[in-house]
């Protein structure tokens, strides 16, 4: 109860005198003892009352604050993830199928035992041909010793993700802006589906992979070649992903800028539970290079620490589940010194395979350039266009260490 609460019965006694007061003298006199009695009681009442009222004021919340004749607003809704995944057979057609297995299984050792003993040769299977063969040396950097146990909340393992890669401006950039967005988002939904029943075990959470700040070969005002999505086009993006329950991915392209540069201006949106980071080193331009020149570009360890360290401080600060941060790679010389890349567990670092063309060509390249530089998870980029054939998820899973993060472009 606030303290004008409390001082409502004085009040009343006020406006009681005021309508006395206002009529005629002969009124004014019959009433005359009856209001000097209530000029006595008003002064008593909020007397008594006003202690009261301010007793009661003292026991609202610390820093509280009120504003009279205003109900407080309830908070608005946090976003909530909702992944993919496969429906599963009832356990009634499981424990049917275990048994007809079982019989069958029984009847043809049955068979092979008599016609063994009866003199005929039991037939030779083959075993299946590892269709991505490792080195022990190789196989032996996976799981990547010491890597950070996941904390709650977090991403990975627990989901795969599968993202589709553009800009809604472009329609060279990638699938994102190659179709109008209710088929996109569409096609999305069934590709993630895709992937949950070739993974039954995994859950699949699809994601929209913003290229936020793209390359150009356009010098533009600053002269960093790079162009900055306007935050109208973020927002909208960012709303198909939120009211679904899917990620955001916003994905830096720097020019002739630099990641501890770009990165303040998305801080505002990585501050959302759903919004991760993306660098891409083929346009992490250096020695003033032009983008989409013969030049390749790169990014060092030191650059990805520091993209590491700012979602880490926005995870800290704003109490939010870890953040996960996909970097581009399909050459060496795209990410050096990765071995020297920080592990923090309140950010999940993805090497993504980023090369395109034929399924050996690819395999060949996630050998070379993210299996043997291990850093903590692994990513598989498709292209619709430019893959000859398009792999399967049954064939990307093939491969090992199996890919967390999957990109169509």
């Known amino acids: 109860m ?26 004014c006199g019959l009433m005359h003892c009856f209001s000097a009695l209530l000029r006595t009681a008003r002064s008593s009442l909020v007397t008594a009352i006003l202690p009261l009222a301010l007793l009661g ?52 050792s049955l068979t092979l035992d008599t016609s063994t003993a009866a003199g005929g040769k039991r037939p030779v299977v083959k075993p299946k041909k590892n269709p991505f063969p490792l080195t022990a040396v190789d196989s032996a950097r996976w799981p990547v010793p010491g890597a950070p146990e996941p904390l709650p909340g977090a991403v990975i393992p627990e989901n795969r993700i599968v993202a589709f890669y553009g800009n809604p401006l472009s329609k060279r950039m990638g699938i994102l802006g190659q179709i109008d967005p209710d088929s ?46 306007t935050d109208s086009l ?11 329950g899917w990620l955001l991915f916003l994905d830096i392209q720097p020019g002739l800028s630099t990641v501890e540069a770009e990165i303040p201006h998305l801080v505002k949106y990585l501050t959302r539970p759903y919004v991760h980071l993306a660098l891409d080193p083929e346009f992490a331009m250096k020695d003033g290079k032009k983008p989409g020149t013969d030049w390749m570009g790169r990014m060092d360890a030191v650059e990805v620490n ?33 071995s020297q890349i920080r592990l923090d ?36 980029k498709l292209f619709y266009k430019n893959d000859k ?15 967390m993060y999957i990109q169509y472009q």
């Open 2 to 27: 606030g303290w004008h609460d409390s001082l409502a019965p004085a009040l009343q006694i006020v406006t009681m005198q005021r309508l006395i007061t206002s009529q005629s003298p002969l009124t």
């Open 306 to 338: 520091h993209a590491i360290d700012a979602l880490a401080k926005i995870v800290e600060e704003h109490q939010l589940p870890p953040k996960v941060l996909v970097v581009h790679r399909f050459t060496r010389n795209m990410l050096t010194n990765a």
């Open 57 to 108: 004021c003292s026991n609202a919340p610390a820093g509280a604050k009120q504003t009279p004749g205003e109900a407080s607003e309830p908070e608005p809704p946090r976003w909530t993830p909702r992944p993919i995944q496969a429906p599963r057979p009832l356990m009634v057609v499981d424990s049917v199928l275990d048994s007809a297995a079982a019989d069958s299984a029984a009847i043809d």
């Open 389 to 403: 054939p398009l792999m399967t998820p049954e064939q990307v899973l093939e491969v090992y260490p199996k890919p």
């Open 184 to 229: 996109m988002l569409q096609k999305l939904e069934e590709t993630a589906m895709e992937w949950a029943k070739a993974d039954p075990e995994r859950k699949v959470l699809p994601a929209l992979h913003l290229i936020a700040v793209v390359a150009q070969g356009y010098p533009g005002p600053a002269k960093m070649y790079r162009l900055r999505m």
């Open 345 to 380: 567990p309140r950010v999940q670092v993805v090497i993504d395979m980023d090369g395109y063309g034929a399924p050996s060509g690819k395999k060949a390249a996630y050998k070379w350039f993210v299996v043997r530089y291990p850093v903590q998870y692994t990513g598989w």
């Open 234 to 244: 973020i927002e909208r993006v960012a709303g198909w992903a939120e009211q679904r």
